[in-house]
């Protein structure tokens, strides 16, 4: 028996990926489950084999491997016109939701109301949450004593304030010189990169992290608008980088929204929370982030820019992604990466966990008044 996707009417398709966007609870693992469940092992729209193949190939690639998922096998039953409409159906629920949420959070001031205690008792939950993933993608990921060493020496980078625009790909480079034993040449990368960001000089590191909380409002204040254009830049950053899981992206998103001052570090959290409480990628809460950032344009260009990637790999590439991931030096190269973007996110969230503990105190008050 072959298997293979019914014919289905572009409108169909997208109804069919909405009704997965509506019901993509409990992160990727329970979204990829229920896409493997209806679409293979039901509806025999392509064979075990075949998907996880597919799924393989985009656990190697930046993005949400659920989402590319839905764009790919959309494409099978529709070509490109069907997987847009199917990437677009299964993001649009939380798009909207979380688009609605944004809008709410700013319009009542959360943070000043009755609810912000709450908030706040909710952001130490989600530090857990990303402590757990932590530990979670360095099971998969730190699988040697280079790329432990690889994801150590990325966290002290960033503690220093070493841009990851020279972080990430040194990390790449060095473990793919490793893997074939130029030792030599791995450590002479190493000292160029730090070299290059010796001359760049540090951006805000832990110390300024460290600081009272309170200036971001200043500093959110001072700060000068984004542009639409910088806004959609910085979600197309962040959907090219995230290897290894949704939780990858918090670095990238954070490095702009909080080092720019679009916003503060208590309102990053909050958006990770309602993200989290949604049917959708965790990346969504790139759409709260843009909304602060440029209000409901801002939304758009940032949701636009983190899903481009995810919508890009599947329907420009589809046909090449296997030959691709098979390249023996682009893995290792991956791999590195990988390993460099866990030590990322191990350092942001002891700088998000400094913040909450400062806030704490606040937290106590709320619950005695």
Same mark, same amino acid.
């Given at each position: 028996?072959?298997?293979?996707?019914?014919?289905?009417?572009?409108?169909?398709?997208?109804?069919?990926?909405?009704?997965?966007?509506?019901?993509?609870?409990?992160?990727?693992?329970?979204?990829?489950?229920?896409?493997?469940?209806?679409?293979?092992?039901?509806?025999?729209?392509?064979?075990?084999?075949?998907?996880?193949?597919?799924?393989?190939i985009y656990q190697v690639l930046p993005g949400p491997e659920a989402h590319e998922?839905?764009?790919?096998?959309?494409?099978?039953?529709?070509?490109?016109?069907?997987?847009?409409? $199917?990437?677009?159906?299964?993001?649009?629920?939380?798009?909207?939701?979380?688009?609605?949420?944004?809008?709410?959070?700013?319009?009542?001031?959360?943070?000043?109301?009755?609810?912000?205690?709450?908030?706040?008792?909710?952001?130490?939950?989600?530090?857990?949450?990303?402590?757990?993933?932590?530990?979670?993608?360095?099971?998969?990921?730190?699988?040697?004593?280079?790329?432990?060493?690889?994801?150590?020496?990325?966290?002290?980078? $960033?503690?220093?304030?070493?841009?990851?625009?020279?972080?990430?790909?040194?990390?790449?480079?060095?473990?793919?010189?490793?893997?074939?034993?130029?030792?030599?040449?791995?450590?002479?990368?190493?000292?160029?990169?730090?070299?290059?960001?010796?001359?760049?000089?540090?951006?805000?590191?832990?110390?300024?992290?460290?600081?009272?909380?309170?200036?971001?409002?200043?500093?959110?204040? $001072?700060?000068?608008?984004?542009?639409?254009?910088?806004?959609?830049?910085?979600?197309?950053?962040?959907?090219?980088?995230?290897?290894?899981?949704?939780?990858?992206?918090?670095?990238?998103?954070?490095?702009?929204?909080?080092?720019?001052?679009?916003?503060?570090?208590?309102?990053?959290?909050?958006?990770?929370?309602?993200?989290?409480?949604?049917?959708?990628?965790?990346?969504?809460?790139?759409?709260?982030?843009?909304?602060?950032?440029?209000?409901?344009?801002?939304?758009?260009?940032?949701?636009?820019?983190?899903?481009?990637?995810?919508?890009?790999?599947?329907?420009?590439?589809?046909?090449?992604?296997?030959?691709?991931?098979?390249?023996?030096?682009?893995?290792?190269?991956?791999?590195?990466?990988?390993?460099?973007?866990?030590?990322?996110?191990?350092?942001?969230?002891?700088?998000?966990?400094?913040?909450?503990?400062?806030?704490?105190?606040?937290?106590?008050?709320?619950?005695?008044?």
């Open positions: 028996m072959n298997d293979s996707p019914p014919a289905l009417s572009p409108g169909q398709i997208f109804v069919r990926f909405l009704h997965f966007g509506l019901l993509a609870w409990g992160g990727p693992v329970a979204q990829i489950a229920m896409i493997r469940r209806e679409l293979v092992d039901e509806e025999r729209w392509l064979s075990s084999g075949r998907f996880n193949r597919l799924l393989a998922l839905c764009v790919h096998i959309g494409m099978l039953a529709g070509r490109r016109l069907g997987g847009f409409l $199917a990437g677009l159906g299964f993001m649009l629920p939380g798009f909207v939701l979380m688009f609605a949420l944004s809008w709410l959070y700013f319009t009542i001031d959360i943070t000043q109301s009755a609810l912000g205690p709450v908030f706040l008792g909710v952001q130490v939950a989600v530090i857990a949450l990303i402590v757990r993933a932590v530990h979670r993608i360095g099971e998969h990921v730190l699988l040697d004593k280079w790329l432990w060493g690889i994801g150590v020496a990325a966290a002290l980078a $960033a503690f220093l304030g070493a841009s990851f625009w020279i972080t990430l790909p040194a990390a790449g480079l060095c473990y793919a010189l490793a893997r074939r034993e130029q030792i030599a040449l791995a450590g002479l990368v190493l000292l160029v990169a730090a070299a290059v960001a010796w001359f760049v000089g540090p951006e805000a590191g832990l110390l300024q992290s460290l600081a009272p909380d309170q200036a971001a409002p200043a500093q959110a204040a $001072a700060a000068q608008k984004p542009s639409m254009f910088a806004i959609f830049l910085s979600g197309l950053k962040a959907g090219l980088l995230t290897f290894g899981g949704a939780y990858t992206v918090i670095p990238f998103l954070r490095d702009d929204a909080v080092g720019n001052g679009w916003m503060s570090d208590a309102q990053f959290l909050d958006g990770l929370a309602l993200s989290g409480i949604l049917p959708a990628p965790l990346i969504i809460f790139s759409t709260f982030v843009g909304y602060y950032g440029g209000g409901p344009l801002g939304a758009i260009a940032m949701t636009a820019g983190i899903f481009l990637p995810a919508f890009s790999f599947s329907l420009l590439f589809h046909d090449r992604l296997e030959r691709v991931v098979e390249n023996k030096t682009l893995h290792s190269f991956l791999e590195g990466v990988a390993a460099g973007v866990v030590g990322l996110i191990a350092a942001t969230t002891v700088e998000l966990a400094a913040t909450v503990v400062q806030r704490l105190p606040s937290l106590a008050s709320g619950l005695l008044i």
